[in-house]
């Protein structure tokens, strides 16, 4: 036989025992997020997890997700320890819109080159924002694909499964005319607009993760990585109230795209933009970017994470319950005759 | 004012618009996967599904993977429409190793500038797959990452959701000394090993999609793009009876990682390679990459893409029932007494 080189697996750029090892340095803290319901350890080929009792016709609320480039600025900055929280609270926000609250979250990490410490951080954070919303991270996948990501760089992907009773769940129909909007404050970008965001801030305006912000007293970095809210404890205690007619999570498309999708048909929101100032984050983007308007409510939040529609009469005893619940909310528009849109006014 | 060019979320390389679009051309087959227990509409934030009445303990069993770089055949090959069943399948297989019957799917893919037929292609393929396993394709995101994929690449994830009776799930506990293994063929690569596989095939090898697969009636693209099996439709009838002990999904770590995740303690699976012949491709790959025995039956399935463990006087009965549901199935070892290991002979 001709002489030949041996290739193995690793040749290729797929350590198997490097991704086991991985997986044992943050076993303790996924078990850790075990809840009263969960079943199966890490290491089985599913995750297992039983459906509460108790709960009147339960219907299951699923979502998946991705926390976008944020993971970019993660990559430049180094800092994995939060963006796992951003996806978990992301994916919580997406399915408590629709009455639900979560039992458990699935991660998925695609990375180009396992760098095990990496992983773990990353793996943290998610069960970190597991516990804190008191669901289960069940289980998982880190996909090494050399070919397909650059090395070291990777994608974080979570799904969430939450339940609600049937006749609980929250689909915007209770939503009519003089309903008001509250509109829930955000951290910064959540996980929205990070495309747009960064080419403003490391292209037009030059500046390096350590910088100041211009007008924050907070580094680039700090500004950027900001957590993603979770809105569970907040609107938790007010899922099970008539009251409450819908809730719209701030995401891509913004104010303009997010609330809409659960009007119901002949009506609109009319949001009163004196109603609360810009933070200054998006001022600076907007100014430095030279972004107009339309396309800054469709590519960021503006300052707001979520939107409740409430009976009117409902209004201030809602956004007092928010503000005790540490949130910062305000009546920020009213329901109107329309065509299904976002007005800003 | 200094003249200053207009940045819009779209010269970012996020065209909000078109993946919108995107999603209108597929609405029809995904509508098309809905079960009876489907509650949701395309659009909504997450997907609502009814917990199934009538089982008997329902726990939930979920499970989250990619299919790896086998997207990268499909960019080569530029067929995009079976890479959403391989991620389907394996996804129903590896909750089916637990008893577990599917309910519904949710794809994730993550994409470097969004071209919207690739898009509406591969969700196809998902949905497809989901038909054929009788689940929904629940919800999905498409996130359009210019600065993370390189232009036109992608990353398909999907995560499964199924339900099993507590009393019938399969966890190994039941696998004693003397049960029969039974191994099930697999289609090919199913989605395994294919970093180890397009560096010996494209790189060694330097074969090209359209050449013929040396000792194959067929295409290196046909060769390499063979649908990951779904074992669902033939194991389903065995899942309730007490005589089947185990399931084990051949996945990444091969016969030698994956049967030891379900022995329990002092039990070993010893596999008679006489019993079944390497398919030519799993040989020829072997021997154009120089690849050792260990490295193979790691990095690969070897042909076996589901191994079943059942008691012995009943691995007659269901190697035939395998046989008349489409599958070949053969007896290829038995339980016996060890440190948890799969054992090569």
């Known amino acids: 036989m001709s002489e030949r080189r041996q290739l193995t697996y690793r040749d290729a750029g797929v350590d198997i025992d490097a991704a086991s090892r991985a997986m044992v340095g943050v076993a303790e803290l996924v078990r850790s997020t075990r809840t009263a319901d969960t079943l199966s350890e890490l290491g089985s080929f599913g995750g ?21 480039t944020k993971v ?31 039992l458990f979250v699935l991660d998925y ?5 396992l760098e095990p410490g990496v992983t773990e951080t990353l793996v943290s954070g998610v069960a970190r924002g597991c516990l804190a919303n008191g669901c289960a991270l069940l289980g998982g996948e880190t996909a090494e694909l050399p070919d397909l990501y650059r090395p070291g760089e990777y994608d974080l992907v ?14 915007g129909s209770r939503i009519g005319p003089g309903d008001a909007v509250i509109a829930i404050g955000s951290s910064g970008l959540h996980t929205n607009g990070y495309s747009l965001a960064r080419r403003i801030v490391f292209g037009e305006m030059g500046l390096a993760p350590n910088d100041p ?39 891509g498309g913004g104010l303009l795209d997010n609330i809409p999708r659960i009007l ?3 009506l609109s929101a009319l949001i009163d933009r004196s109603s609360w ?43 007092e319950s928010l503000a005790s619940a540490g949130e ?18």
Chains 1, 2 share one sequence.
């Open 48 to 68: 297992l997890f039983h459906v509460p009792p108790g709960i009147d016709s339960p219907v299951l609320v699923a979502s998946t997700d991705s926390v976008g």
């Open 72 to 102: 970019l600025v993660a990559l430049m900055t180094g800092r994995h320890d939060t963006v796992g929280e951003d996806l978990v609270n992301h994916c919580v926000n997406d399915i408590l819109v629709q009455g639900a609250t979560p």
């Open 109 to 113: 990490i695609g990375v180009g080159g």
């Open 158 to 171: 979570g799904t969430i499964v939450g339940v609600v009773a049937k006749p609980q769940i929250l689909d």
């Open 213 to 251: 912000f211009p007008g924050l007293d907070d580094s680039v970095a700090n500004v950027l990585l900001r957590v993603h809210r979770s809105y569970l404890r907040a609107l938790q205690p007010w899922l099970a109230n008539d009251h409450l007619h819908g809730l719209a999570h701030i995401t």
């Open 264 to 266: 119901p048909e002949g």
């Open 277 to 319: 100032s810009t933070p200054p984050l998006f001022q600076v983007l907007q100014r430095e970017g030279g972004v107009d308007d339309a396309e800054m409510y469709r590519a960021f939040n503006m300052g707001v994470g979520m939107v409740a529609v409430v009976a009117a009469d409902h209004a201030d005893s809602l956004v």
């Open 328 to 345: 910062t909310a305000w009546v920020a528009g009213e329901i109107i005759s329309g065509a299904r849109e976002t007005i800003l006014s």
